[in-house]
């Protein structure tokens, strides 16, 4: 240790301060300087500190874990008279679909009514946006076996996505609704009028041809019109928003920006298809319905 | 760093038969672990604060001004100012405010609390924490001139403020544990002493 008289020492004791605001000074217009030394300066703090607060994060969890129990737990009164209340509001609900189901169940006896068979679908992986004649489309791969048509009818988890246009051996080109050139004949399920969703190449089809007399309502739910025999009636599209132009859009259930997974179902509809549409052989396949593509969708 | 220093155990009786511990190693050990056990014991709240699940912005100013203030005032030989200017450089490392600006308000505000520390240290502890506030308007309103300097952008006042308020309002939380630790030292050095 160094031996300094005390006048000495008590100067440096004074000085401390002074220098120190200027070496705080001179950290400041360092730090001003070279932005770059300040970031890596923090990044090595950061690289020391990382396994501390990586060993702290688990009773931290922990804690907020309990925080949010105690929560949970003062809330469970309020929760419970919800669920109680609408506990009975759905019992209210079963009983109605219950006496409708009989209903329907007896009608059906009446009619001697050929029930509808479950569509037949496969899952295909989307492997690429874009691509090929369209702005708006999607890319499949398929195994080298399949069963894909042109013309098939792709739905997500959500609602419907497009058509597929092109097939190859190993993949198919999915057309999405939101594309230029997608026509799909909807119906409006308040009013149940006809109308046609063109796509715009932007996220929102808009919503045309409707009949004089109707408005589409805000909020509306759009879903397929079995009319042309392109689609089967009833799978979910999406629901009608008036745009600040004027203009009723069509906000779609799927979401066409984050496709992974598309459900191709074969609904064996022969109404307009593109040309060379025949160059695949067919499998004959007994008729279906949307209403049980829908439910095998809600199924899932 | 010293994990755990010896001053932070509660304070042991000293044995009555022995009169003059030899001044070793652990003697001067304790000594050191005493003498530092204030930064230290801020330097960790401060990694604490900015541990990232807690997820409080602006915790480990808040956390580092009190202790700041208040070893300034009531125990300045255990918070000097190199120590100080590291815990400062420890706070603008911790957060994203320029370089330096932490270190010269914390500097700034050492500097005034160790200049007037006698008429503090005299007061009740709601008189300090009125105190205090003032030092903490001042701090933010520093921090905020300087963060308008160097950027030469107008910061917003809403942070700064709420940052004011968290300052100020973890003061009696953190005053606490500490007066208890600033008690405990001076008996021990004081045991120490006699």
């Known amino acids: 240790m160094l031996r300094l008289s005390i006048p000495l020492r008590q100067a440096l004791a004074r000085l401390t301060l002074p220098v120190l605001v200027a070496m705080a000074f001179g950290t400041i217009l360092l730090g001003k300087a070279d932005a770059l030394l300040a970031e890596r300066a923090r990044m090595a703090l950061a690289d020391i500190l990382a396994p501390l607060w990586a060993a702290m994060a688990e009773p931290l969890r922990t804690a907020r874990d309990a925080v949010e129990e105690a929560r949970g737990l003062l809330a469970l009164r309020a929760e419970n008279a919800r669920l109680r209340e609408e506990n009975e509001r759905l019992r209210r609900w079963l009983a109605a679909a219950l006496a409708l189901e009989a209903e329907n169940a007896l009608l059906r006896r009446q009619l001697a009514f050929i029930p509808d068979p479950a569509p037949h679908f496969v899952t295909a992986r989307v492997v690429a946006d874009g691509g090929g004649t369209y702005a708006r489309a999607v890319l499949l791969a398929v195994h080298p076996g399949h069963t894909v048509r042109k013309g098939q009818v792709a739905l997500d988890e959500r609602g419907f996505v497009g058509r597929v246009t092109e097939v190859g051996t190993r993949s198919a080109r999915v057309l999405l609704a939101t594309d230029v050139s997608s026509r799909i004949p909807v119906t409006l399920e308040g009013s149940r009028a006809r109308a046609l969703m063109i796509g715009t190449n932007g996220p929102r089809p808009r919503l045309a041809y409707w009949p004089e007399g109707v408005r589409p309502a805000e909020g509306e739910r759009l879903v397929t019109s079995a009319e042309s025999n392109l689609f089967p009636g009833g799978l979910p599209g999406g629901v009608v928003r008036w745009s600040e132009a004027g203009t009723p859009e069509v906000e779609l259930f799927a979401r066409l920006d984050r496709l992974d997974l598309v459900r191709l179902f074969d609904f064996d509809t022969s109404g307009i298809l593109p040309p060379e549409a025949v160059a695949r052989p067919e499998q004959t396949r007994g008729r279906s319905s949307a209403r049980t593509a829908a439910a095998t969708m809600a199924r899932q | ?194």
């Open chain 2, 1 to 194: 760093m010293i994990g755990g220093p010896p001053g932070a155990a509660p304070p042991r009786p000293s044995p009555q038969g022995r009169k003059e511990p030899p001044p070793g190693l652990l003697h001067r050990l304790d000594a050191l672990g005493r003498a530092s056990l204030p930064g230290v014991a801020t330097a960790g709240l401060m990694v604490l604060a900015a541990a990232p699940p807690a997820g409080l912005p602006g915790a480990v100013a808040a956390v580092c001004l009190p202790a700041v203030f208040f070893w300034s005032a009531f125990h300045p030989a255990a918070m000097p100012a190199p120590v100080v200017f590291a815990l400062g450089l420890l706070q603008d490392l911790l957060g994203l405010a320029p370089l330096g600006t932490g270190v010269l308000t914390l500097l700034l505000v050492h500097g005034a609390v160790t200049r007037w520390r006698r008429p503090i240290a005299r007061q009740t502890f709601l008189v300090v924490w009125v105190l205090y506030c003032a030092a903490a308007g001042a701090a933010a309103a520093l921090g905020w001139a300087l963060q308008f300097l160097l950027t030469l952008r107008l910061p917003a006042l809403t942070p700064a403020w709420h940052q004011f308020l968290l300052t100020i309002g973890l003061y009696p939380l953190l005053a606490w544990p500490m007066g208890w630790l600033h008690r405990t030292v001076v008996r021990v050095e004081e045991e120490a002493g006699a």
